[in-house]
């Protein structure tokens, strides 16, 4: 995922872009001609992550289907940022329905393009983890049961952001939302419970499933690639630190998806059929303090005393997904 | 116009939203001055001809290294390379083998034939630099780019000065050092070999010289006192290596004995090695921590059979035999001696006790002050006497090739400055590239190459190079490890981290600009940007 063929040790292939590789081999991100496809002029907040994932996704797939590409977006920030009638930013076909129901409006779009015969037209999904994991998660589990022809994309900020920070199926453990209070025994969101959509999309053994991060486009982009190569159902669920829900400097967003692969927090993967096929190795690992100390979600965990039983349970989750897609050791395949 | 049902504006952009409004802070692009290029004593732009040879541009990167120092073959084997002791990337694995990538692309400049660019214009001005060392020729090169007719005048039969008569040719072959100087004559540059000056007033008047730059050096082998019956066998260090330079090899004997604690000591007793000696024994009053050598070339002494006896000193030497006193340190750490002798075999005493500046010269010259065996400069290498310069050995403060070069270049740009009737004065330096400026996740993890050492036994009986030189493929992975602190190397990632596309691509060489008109000012390039080339700052009001 990370590695590439060609060895330049300065930077290798870390960086956006690198001016001593071939034009083919670079990112569609350090290319001048891409398309923006988010263009400026969006509301999003300053250093916002999901406006920079989207845009890096999109990106890529308009580049991946020579430019035949149409997009449906769930209600959430990416949604209403980038769109307060009459203006918007996207430089796409892009339609907005319903809060629960973006991916069943990809399908109907893609099935309406397979009719008129429009094949070359692919089509995306993409919505936040609200819109994914809970209320249009119905919508998405049959999208992948009828294995359509279509490329949902979950922006993952771990809460309901666009409406102040709520709760959701993707919300951590012991994180602080306007709706799992720094209060009672068990101060921020439970331990126990939420869904991990990921392993769902797998179980329904659909052709291809990825998690990524805005922390390295590369990765992403090489997924979102592969993803266009195939059709069916697939799915990539893409890390987007969120400033303001997180309580994170707007300069950190980076720093912070890269802090939650390299502690094992939030696993880097690939699977095809239901099957892992490979994965981000861990470069410079961190205990999860590193990547809880920045955000304020978490603040209750080091003042006014140190949670350290809870920041144990969270780095026993960090290892646990380390053993489970064996993160630190080997080499990335791709 | 017919809209569709319950539309009644049209599509607009949202790039009529000017979110660049909402900023507090806006960055901005720096170029900041890496370790590397701080500690060059020669002022050399490291990190510059690194990047061109990371493309394998290889022209490009001699040219902009000798647009400072047009010694480059020869500053690739002798210089002490302060800039990786300095550099960066020390911090994250080793430091990048700047001295390595030097040597490669000096000797690719030889190789290939490469040229200065021609001088453009002459100036009609014409300056005096008396000695071919480090500090005259550098001096000479710069100021004939200027454009200023030069004439060098040198003692010896031929040009280098102590890179010649003292450096020894294992560690810098003459060939190299030869195509190095020749390329400085061929710009122009008249160099007048057997040419001693005794009154530098009267050739500056008979010969209509603008200015004169002196860079004489220090040649004369330091003497201590040791009682000896026969002095015969008690010779220096500068004299043994000058020797080597002529048809009559120094006869040393078996047994040579080097006293001195410094490279010259080390360069002597390997030299003694070569030339047949079974031992050779370097004998310095203080500890080996203390030498003042170089650890790597004391390292490489040892291997080769030099043996070292430290806190002894000299107390006599008589016929073949020598008695050695050993010291001791005080608790301030300066030796004492014990009382304790020791005699020792020793066909022949070489005293490396340093040199002193030849005083004959600079005291005919009037107004000219000095101070300590050393000629007084101001901070552009004047001396107290209007319109001559002086650098390199002569003026004290640190003693080597890179420093003496460094002169050289500054003493030309102020006497062009002081030809014209001005005062030169350094530009202020760039903020520095510190390593906390930089984001080191992305430089991918590379050792250091180690450059290829001649085997032992060639190294104890000829004079053939020791150090090789780094082929093509590794002086570009070697260049391909700079960081590039502080100046941008395009590698895109500002315009990629930007959620705002606010950072404009402007092309191959042409670096990024901000569009100011939708940055809003989150501080992600600046905080992801590897090598610390944007600067935040406060919005001007
Ligand atoms: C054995 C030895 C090894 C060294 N190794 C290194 C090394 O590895 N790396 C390093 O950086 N430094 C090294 N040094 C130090 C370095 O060589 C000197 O610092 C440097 O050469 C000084 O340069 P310079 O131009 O001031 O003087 P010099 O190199 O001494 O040149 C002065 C020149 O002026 C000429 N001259 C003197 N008087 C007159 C006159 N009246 N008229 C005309 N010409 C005159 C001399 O003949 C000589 O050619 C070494 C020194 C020695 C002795
Ligand atoms: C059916 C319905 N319920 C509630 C809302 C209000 N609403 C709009 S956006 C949003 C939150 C979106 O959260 P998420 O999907 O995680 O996206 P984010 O804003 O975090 O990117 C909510 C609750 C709605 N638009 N429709
Ligand atoms: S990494 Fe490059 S720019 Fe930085 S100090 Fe080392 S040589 Fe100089
Ligand atoms: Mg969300």
Known sequence: ????????????????????????????????????????????????????????????????????????????????????YPETSWQIPWIHSLFGNAAAVATG?????????????????????????????????????????????????????????????????????????????????????????????????????????????????????????????????????????????????????????????????????????????????????????????????????????????????????????????????? | MTKPYAITLDVGSSLANLTGSWRTQRPVYVDRLPPCNATCPAGENIQQWLFHAEEGNYEAAWRVLVADNPLAATMGRVCYHPCEKACNRGELDESVGINAVERFLGDEANRQGWQFDPVEQDTGRRILVVGSGPAGVSAAYHLRRMGHAVVICEAEDSAGGMMRYGIPQYRLPRDTLDADIRRIVDMGVELRLGERVDDVDALMRDQGFDACFLGVGSQIGKRAYIPAGDARHITDAVSVLHQMESTQRPLLGRRVVVYGGGNTAVDVARTARRLGAEES??????????????????????????????????????????????????????????????????????????????????????GMQIDGGAVVVDPVQMTTRPGIFAGGDMVGGEKTVTVAIGHGKKAARAIDAWLRGETYHAPPKHEQATYDRLNTWYYSDAPKTIRPVLDIIRRQSTFDE???????????????????????????????????????????????????????????CVAECPCGAIRMEHEPD
């Open chain 2, 466 to 524: 020791v150090v090789g030189s780094l082929d093509e493929a590794n002086a570009l992975y070697e260049a391909r490890r700079c960081m590039s602190c502080g100046n941008c190397f395009e590698c895109d990632t500002c315009y990629g981290v930007c959620p705002d596309n606010a950072v404009n691509k402007l092309g191959p060489g042409k670096r990024f600009s901000f569009n100011y008109d939708y940055c809003k000012g989150c501080g992600l």
């Open chain 2, 281 to 366: 024994i370097i004998v310095y009053r203080r500890t080996r921590e203390k030498m003042p050598a170089h650890a790597h070339e004391v390292e490489e002494a040892l291997e080769e059979g030099v043996k070292l006896k430290w806190l002894s000193t000299i107390a006599e030497a008589d016929g073949d035999t020598i008695t050695v006193e050993k010291m001791a340190l005080d608790e301030n750490g300066f030796p004492q001696p014990t009382g304790e002798l020791e005699t020792m075999p020793a066909d022949s005493v070489v005293l490396a006790l340093g040199q002193d500046v030849d005083l004959d010269l600079l005291s005919g010259i009037d």
């Open chain 1, 109 to 334: 779009i893609a099935v309406a393009l397979r009719v008129k015969g429009r094949t070359g037209t692919r089509v995306v999904a993409q919505g936040g983890d609200g819109g994914t994991t809970d209320i249009g998660f119905g919508c998405l589990s049959g999208m992948f049961e009828r294995n359509d022809d279509v490329l949902y994309i979950c922006y993952d900020n771990e809460a309901y952001m666009n409406t102040g920070v709520q709760r959701s199926s993707a919300t951590p453990p012991a994180a602080r939302t306007a709706t799992t209070q720094v209060v009672g025994p068990q101060p921020g969101n439970v331990f126990g419970q939420g869904k991990n959509v990921p392993r769902i999309a797998m179980a329904h053994e659909i052709p291809y499933v990825a998690t990524a991060t805005v922390a390295d486009v590369r990765d992403l982009e090489a997924k979102v690639t592969k993803a266009m190569s195939i059709h069916g159902a697939r799915y990539i669920h893409v890390l987007v630190p969120c400033p303001l829900g997180w309580g994170a400097a707007p300069h950190d967003t980076v720093k912070l998806a890269r802090l939650a692969t390299e502690s094992g927090l939030f696993p880097v993967f690939e699977a095809e059929h239901g099957e892992v096929t490979d994965r981000s190795t861990i470069r410079r690992q961190v205990a999860v303090e590193e990547y809880l100390k920045p955000q304020r979600r978490f603040a209750h965990l080091f003042k006014p005393t140190l949670q350290s039983e809870v920041i144990a349970r969270l780095q026993a989750q960090a290892d646990r997904n380390i053993r489970r897609y064996n993160l630190l050791s080997g080499e990335t395949h791709r």
């Open chain 1, 1 to 84: 995922m990370r590695s590439s063929h060609v060895k330049f040790y300065q930077t290798g292939t870390f960086t956006v872009g690198n001016r001593l590789l071939n034009d083919s081999d670079r990112s569609v991100q350090s290319t001048m001609e891409r398309t923006n496809s988010l263009n400026s002029g969006h509301r999003a907040c300053q250093g916002c992550g999901e406006a920079l994932g989207a845009r890096y996704a999109i990106d890529a797939a308009m580049r991946a289907t020579d430019n035949q590409l149409i997009a449906a977006n769930a209600t959430g920030c990416l949604e209403v940022f980038s769109t307060p």
